[in-house]
C-alpha cells in the first residue's frame, strides 16, 4: 500500500501546492518513487501548475467521494507522476457530504483503492477547517507541514495543530506529523528569521507530545523568482534549473520522506 501525505496550512499562499508539486517531481526523479499527486483544493491551483485545465475536466475527484462506485479519474502523460485533478465542483461536493454516511473518510475510502498503484500519494489539501480538510488529514498516514516565513502564518499553524491533535484523538490515531517546511524565506529579512526562531520555539515546546516528538523543522525553501517562472511553464523547479540553489533543500526534504516509504519495498523484495 503507497504511503499518504498531506500537505496542510490553514493558511493560503504558504507554497503548498508548489511545495507538493516540487517533491513529488524529486521523489521520482531522485529515488525513484512512483508518485500520484492529488489535488484535493477547489482552487485547482496544483492542476494547473500541472499544465490542465481545471474546467477541462468533467469527472474529478469530487464524483469518486460522492459515489464510492466511480473510479478516480487520473492523468498519466506525465513522464514522472500521474495526476489526480480537481476544479471549483469539490466546493460543492464539500456541501454535498454533509448529509453523506461517514463523511469524513470518504477520500480514504477513494484513495485505499490505488494506493496499491503507487510508492506515494502527496495530497495537496485546501487551506480552510471545513469537510474537505478533515478528510485529507483522516485519510493521511503523515502530515507535511508548510509555514510562509511570516508571522501571520505561524500563527494560523498554531491553531491547525490544534485541530491535528483532535483529529488524531477521533478519526485517525494513525496520522504522525512528520515535518515542518517553512517557505519563501529571504535571509536578508529579519522577520522571515523571526519566524524560523519561532518555528523552532514552538515545535520544540510541541515534542513533549507523542504526536510531534520525531517533528522535522526542514531547512527553509528560499523564496525566489524562478519558482513563478517555473509555475508559468508549467514544471517543478528541477526541469526549470537544474542547477537552482533550492534544489538541494527540496531533494533532501524528499529524501527524508522516502526514507519512511524504501523499507516496505524492501521488505516486499526480501519477502
Not at 465542483?89 to 477520500?107: D, P
Not at 519566524?195 to 510541541?206: D, N, Q, R, Y
Not at 510531534?212 to 526542514?218: A, E, P, R, V, Y
Request: some cysteine; aromatic content about 8%.
Amino acid at each position: 500500500m503507497g504511503s499518504v501525505w498531506a500537505l496542510f496550512n490553514m493558511s493560503g499562499g504558504v507554497g503548498k501546492s508548489t511545495l507538493t508539486q516540487n517533491l513529488g517531481y524529486h521523489l521520482a526523479s531522485d529515488y525513484g518513487a512512483k508518485v500520484l499527486l492529488l489535488d484535493f483544493d477547489p482552487q485547482a491551483s496544483l492542476t494547473t501548475f500541472m499544465g490542465k485545465s481545471p474546467t477541462s475536466f468533467s469527472e474529478t475527484i469530487a464524483n469518486s467521494m460522492l459515489d464510492l462506485s466511480l473510479p478516480l479519474p487520473l492523468v498519466d502523460e506525465f513522464e514522472w507522476c500521474t495526476l489526480a485533478p480537481t476544479n471549483i465542483y469539490l466546493a460543492q461536493c464539500e456541501i454535498k457530504l454533509g448529509g453523506v454516511m461517514q463523511k469524513e473518510t470518504r477520500l480514504k475510502q477513494v484513495l485505499d483503492k490505488v494506493s496499491g498503484d503507487y510508492d506515494i500519494i502527496l495530497i495537496d489539501c485546501p487551506p480552510s477547517l471545513g469537510q474537505l480538510a478533515i478528510n485529507c488529514l483522516a485519510a493521511a498516514d503523515n502530515l507535511l507541514i508548510p509555514i510562509q516565513t511570516e508571522y501571520k502564518s505561524v500563527e494560523a499553524t498554531i491553531n491547525l495543530l490544534q485541530m491535528t491533535f483532535e483529529i488524531t484523538q477521533q478519526i485517525n490515531p494513525h496520522l504522525k506529523v512528520f515535518g515542518v517546511v517553512p517557505t519563501m524565506f529571504d535571509s536578508r529579512v529579519n522577520s522571515h528569521k523571526e519566524a524560523i526562531e519561532m518555528i523552532t520555539e514552538v515545535f520544540e515546546k510541541l515534542k513533549a507530545n507523542p504526536l510531534f516528538k520525531d517533528t522535522t523543522i526542514f531547512d527553509p525553501v528560499p523564496r525566489g523568482i524562478d519558482f513563478a517562472t517555473a509555475t508559468r511553464k508549467h514544471l517543478p523547479l528541477g526541469l526549470h534549473r537544474k542547477n537552482h540553489p533550492a534544489l538541494e533543500v527540496l531533494s533532501n526534504i524528499a529524501g527524508s520522506i522516502n526514507q519512511t516509504i524504501a523499507p516496505k519495498e524492501e521488505a516486499v523484495i526480501n519477502g
